[in-house]
Nanobody, 117 residues
Framework: QVQLVESGGGLVQPGGSLRLSCEAS????????MGWYRQAPGKQRELVAV???????KYADSVWGRFTISRDNAKNTVYLQMNSLKPEDTAVYYC???????????WGKGTQVTVSS
């Protein structure tokens, strides 16, 4: 079982920045991908950003140009740098990891991000 622990959420004013972290219990080289999802009240969980072992990261249109996903292989950690935050970014942000072997999907507990003045 892969354990994922998120941190870095909090309250920030519109236009501000936050950096989320997701530490995995295994080498991230063993994972097909790692990504960030978010779920706002009354909404479905949606993909925010994802990074693969090879290739370019992918982003939701709503966060393109504002968010950046990155990884530190030595620390088994993936980050989400969030800039120019908007109230519509308010949600619980979940770290996700995918594997070829079953169970193929793993989720963190989530971290709350609130953008409000």
């Amino acid at each position: 079982q892969v354990q994922l622990v998120e941190s870095g959420g909090g309250l920030v004013q519109p236009g501000g920045s936050l950096r989320l972290s997701c530490e995995a219990s295994v080498s991230i080289f063993s994972l097909t991908s790692m990504g960030w999802y978010r779920q706002a009240p009354g909404k479905q969980r949606e993909l925010v950003a994802v990074v693969y072992r090879v290739g370019s990261p992918k982003y939701a249109d709503s966060v393109w140009g504002r968010f950046t996903i990155s990884r530190d292989n030595a620390k088994n950690t993936v980050y989400l740098q969030m800039n120019s935050l908007k109230p519509e970014d308010t949600a619980v942000y979940y770290c996700h990891a995918a594997q070829v072997l079953q169970p193929g999907d793993h989720w963190g507990k989530g971290t709350q991000v609130t953008v409000s003045s």
